[in-house]
């Protein structure tokens, strides 16, 4: 009995003494982050006092390579994916810049956006995660119509990317994530597709463009859609018949989502 008591305090100590190393590691992060941050703004606007105090903090709240920022009173409060903490200083000094150039501009302030140095370094990192993160998680559904389009659109050129379901949604209908290589697509399509599966190919395609056009980068803003996206996205064969049928077959799941619940 007294041997396993002792145990239990051992657990006890150790957890303690891991909590505490931790939130001492926390610490240590945070401070260099200030700095960082600081840095970041500085080589901006180097005509220019950083008049903010900052925060950063690492959690497992976000897919690998999330991050976010927001204002609270002065303070630049910046939450990162624990995977960013072994990343170089270069480039998360481009990750801070781009996430300061998108809250300067959703709050009008007079902040000019640019490109730099290290906000190309950080995008050139994102557009190339792909190539080491898994691929275990596809669904054979997914699956067979990226098959499809990736043959017939891109030569079978095209690595195969996470594929997943999303929500049952007739508005979102798919997205792709840079930053943990994964496609979504809308589970309304789990039925359209056994109508129409070209339906379904129609919305991959878009997504599978994403992946392999990337973005473009100018003046600290993404552009997903630019104007060879959209050439190329309507080289769909029967771009603008397909779309019809997409659009009224999707009309007809709202209503039959309509009565069922009235």
């Not at 657990?11 to 600081?38: P, S």
């Not at 976010?68 to 009173?73: A, H, Q, S, T």
């Not at 994916?81 to 072994?86: D, K, L, T, V």
């Not at 557009?127 to 389009?149: M, Q």
Request: aromatic content about 14%; glycine content about 6%; some cysteine.
């Amino acid at each position: 009995m007294e041997a396993y008591n002792n145990i239990l305090i051992f657990r006890h100590i150790y957890g303690t003494i891991i909590k505490f190393l931790n939130a001492q590691d926390e610490y240590k992060c945070n401070m260099a982050g200030e700095g960082i941050v600081e840095e970041a703004f500085r080589l901006m606007y180097p005509e220019r006092d950083f008049p903010y105090s900052a925060s950063i903090k690492y959690t497992d709240h976000f897919n690998d390579y999330g991050a976010n920022v927001r204002f609270r009173g002065n303070v630049l409060e910046f939450g990162l994916s624990r995977s960013w903490r072994n990343v170089s200083k270069e480039i998360r000094i481009g990750l801070f810049q781009e996430l300061m150039l998108k809250i300067f501009a959703r709050r009008k302030m007079e902040m000019r956006g640019m490109n730099t140095m290290h906000i190309d370094l950080y995008n050139g990192f994102v557009k190339n995660l792909h190539i080491a993160i898994p691929k275990t998680n596809i669904e054979p559904l997914l699956k067979g119509s990226f098959d499809r389009v990736n043959e017939r659109y891109f030569y079978g050129q095209v690595e195969i990317p996470n594929l997943v379901w999303g929500e049952h949604s007739t508005t979102s209908l798919g997205s792709y994530n840079f930053k943990i290589d994964t496609i979504r697509i809308s589970r309304v399509f789990e039925k359209l597709n056994e109508k129409d599966p070209e339906l379904l190919d129609f919305v991959m395609y878009h997504e599978v463009l994403h992946k392999a056009h990337k973005f473009r980068n100018n003046r600290g803003k993404n552009r997903y859609h630019d104007s060879a996206f959209r050439m190329k996205e309507k080289q769909f064969e029967d771009f603008e018949g397909v779309d019809t049928r997409l659009k009224n077959a999707l009309k007809r799941a709202r209503i039959k989502k309509i009565l069922w619940f009235s």
